[in-house]
C-alpha cells in the first residue's frame, strides 16, 4: 500500500520567509511524528500528534515552529521568519494505533539562503 | 535527558567479513529500533526490539536488546556491498513514543 509522503521534496526559500511543509501518513495510522535531519543535530524530534490528543511539541526548537493536523491525518508543518540555521531535511512518519514502528517519509530537503 | 551513543561511526569493512555495531542509552527503556538509510533517501525500518533478550535476524544482519545494560548491538555477517549504508539506533524513552536517534554509523563495505 501507500506509504508516507511529503510535499514539497525540496524547498528553497529566502531568510525570513514562511514556509508550509505537508506530511499525508499511511491511511489508517494514527500516530504521526516530525523529526529534522541535519548535519550538525543529526536526528531529532520535533513533535508528536496522536488521535485527537494536545500533540506533544516538546521538541519544537523555537516558537517560529508549529505544526497542525487536520481530521486526524494530514498535518502541516510552518516555519516562520525561515533563518539559515531552519536548512535541514524534514521527515514525517507514522504509526498505527498500538503499532510499534514508525514508518518515515521521503522528507522535504529545506534551504534557507 | 535520554542520550544514545552509536560507535563506531564509521566503519569499512571488506566484503565476507564480520562486524558488530553497538548503541548504548542512558535510561531505562524497552523499545528499541534499528533503521537503515541510503543517501538522499528516508529511513527504512529494519528491526523492532521490545523486550530484554530480544534477538531479530533478517538476512546478513542481527541485532538484540540487552536491557539490563542499556545495549543493543547490530551484529553483520559477511559482509556484502549492498549492506553499505548508514544505520541508525533509536531509543523510545518510557512512556513517550518520540524516538531518540543515535548519530549513525556511516557503513562502506569494500569489495
Known amino acids: 500500500g501507500a506509504g508516507v509522503s511529503q510535499s514539497p521534496s525540496n524547498k528553497v526559500t529566502e531568510k525570513g520567509k514562511d514556509v508550509e511543509l505537508r506530511c499525508d501518513p499511511i491511511?489508517?495510522?494514527?500516530?504521526l511524528y516530525w523529526y529534522r535531519q541535519s548535519l550538525g543535530q543529526g536526528l531529532e524530534f520535533l513533535i508528536y500528534?496522536?488521535?485527537?490528543?494536545?500533540?506533544?511539541k516538546s521538541g519544537l526548537p523555537s516558537d517560529r515552529f508549529s505544526a497542525e493536523r487536520t481530521g486526524g491525518s494530514v498535518s502541516t508543518l510552518t516555519i516562520q521568519r525561515t533563518q539559515q540555521e531552519d536548512s535541514a531535511v524534514y521527515l514525517c512518519a507514522s504509526s498505527s494505533v498500538g503499532g510499534d514502528t514508525q514508518y518515515f517519509g521521503p522528507g522535504t530537503r529545506l534551504t534557507v539562503l | 535527558e535520554l542520550k544514545v551513543e552509536q560507535n563506531p561511526l564509521f566503519l569499512s569493512m571488506q566484503e565476507g567479513k564480520n562486524y558488530t555495531i553497538y548503541c548504548n542509552y542512558s535510561t531505562t527503556s524497552d523499545r528499541l529500533y534499528w533503521y537503515r538509510q541510503d543517501p538522499g533517501k528516508s529511513l527504512e525500518s529494519l528491526f523492532v526490539l521490545l523486550s530484554n533478550g530480544a534477538v531479530k535476524q533478517e538476512g546478513r544482519l542481527m541485532a538484540s536488546l540487552d536491557t539490563k545494560a542499556r545495549l543493543s548491538t547490530l551484529h553483520i555477517t559477511a559482509a556484502v556491498h549492498d549492506l553499505s549504508a548508514t544505520y541508525f539506533c533509536?531509543?523510545?524513552?518510557?512512556?513517550?513514543?518520540?524516538?531518540?536517534f543515535g548519530s549513525g554509523t556511516q557503513l562502506t563495505v569494500l569489495p
Open positions: 491511511s489508517g495510522h494514527t500516530a
Open positions: 500528534f496522536q488521535g485527537n490528543s494536545a500533540p506533544d
Open positions: 533509536a531509543v523510545e524513552p518510557g512512556s513517550a513514543r518520540q524516538l531518540t
